[in-house]
């Protein structure tokens, strides 16, 4: 007999004596449901994990394909679905600086699909989340030297006008990890980092999901609506609650809601009816709420 089947062997006659006692077994009892639980979110957590590296490439069950060709590569084949509630935990910022020098939205007459952060050339730029690099290329009109990641949480993110791409198409990166270096390439005028969140092809507003000042995620999920706007045409303008997406804030300390309702610009009876909340709610720490 080993050691270790010496301890079972304890560990078995132990909860048995225990057993015997009416307290024990009532403390057994309550034990057991916390047990079951932990162990199905161990396997669960596990499970993905397994899948993942198995899988040919990330968020298998979103996208029906995978190419190193285009960003947006997704046309009729893909089902986007109604809703679908992305998990933003595991981001990292992929800049040094948190300052935004052109936001989302309609510019020069056309559409900006994402953010431009102020870069200097040679910072490092590095991977949002976990996921796998899906294109490395350059497009001298446009993104210039650029990354596309495509993620585990099912969203893709790209960052463009770089002066360096320091991975390969089809590697795998970990959040944080060192992608490439600012720059100026392509279609742009100094030095900055232009950043895309997208889901399924679909450009989606990165402060919707990010702080970037507080180089933080608004919340520790974002659920994406599908609505007649959402598909990226030119000149489509995605306005804060007209894309049908709900946005929500994180409660940080001293904050309140006459404070909140400044920041996300809803108004409080907007907000304590969205929340089922009052006035005199007292707020949490950390606590979602929902701005749309
Ligand atoms: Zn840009």
């Known amino acids: 007999m080993n050691f270790?089947?010496?301890?079972?062997?304890?560990l078995v006659a132990v909860a048995a004596m225990v057993s015997l006692s009416s307290f024990s077994q009532d403390l057994i009892a309550r034990q057991a449901p916390i047990d079951k639980k932990l162990k199905t979110v161990d396997s669960l957590a596990l499970q993905k994990q397994i899948r993942i590296e198995q899988s040919e490439y990330p968020a298998l069950s979103l996208y029906p394909t995978w190419n190193n060709q285009y960003v947006h590569a997704y046309g009729k084949d893909v089902i986007v679905p109604d809703s679908y509630t992305i998990d933003l935990t595991g981001f990292h910022m992929p800049t040094p600086s948190t300052k935004i020098t052109s936001p989302f939205g309609p510019r020069w007459r056309r559409m900006h699909n994402g953010l431009d952060l102020k870069v200097n050339i040679g910072d490092?730029?590095?991977?949002?989340?976990?996921?796998?690099v899906r294109i490395v290329k350059y497009e001298r009109k446009g993104y210039g030297k650029y990354v596309v990641i495509r993620h585990d949480n099912g969203l893709e993110t790209v960052y463009g006008h770089l002066s360096k791409q320091l991975v390969e198409e089809n590697q795998l990166v970990k959040a944080g990890e060192?992608?490439?270096?600012?720059?100026?390439t392509g279609r742009s005028t100094g030095s900055h980092l232009h950043f895309e969140t997208r889901f399924l092809g679909i450009a989606i507003n990165p402060v919707y999901m990010f702080d970037f000042p507080k180089q933080d995620i608004v919340a520790d999920t974002y659920t994406f609506r599908k609505t007649q706007r959402n598909p990226t045409r030119a000149g489509s303008h995605d306005t804060e609650v007209a894309d049908g997406t709900v946005r929500y804030y994180k409660v940080k300390s001293g904050?309140?809601?006459?404070?909140?309702?400044k920041i996300t610009g809803v108004s409080i009876t907007k907000l304590c009816e969205l929340n089922r909340i009052t006035t005199k709610s007292i707020l949490r720490l950390n606590q979602?709420?929902?701005c749309s």
């Open 124 to 132: 490092t730029i590095v991977a949002a989340f976990d996921g796998k």
């Open 4 to 10: 270790n089947c010496i301890i079972k062997t304890g």
């Open 255 to 261: 904050d309140s809601l006459s404070r909140i309702s």
């Open 288 to 290: 979602v709420l929902r």
């Open 178 to 184: 060192v992608i490439g270096l600012g720059g100026n």
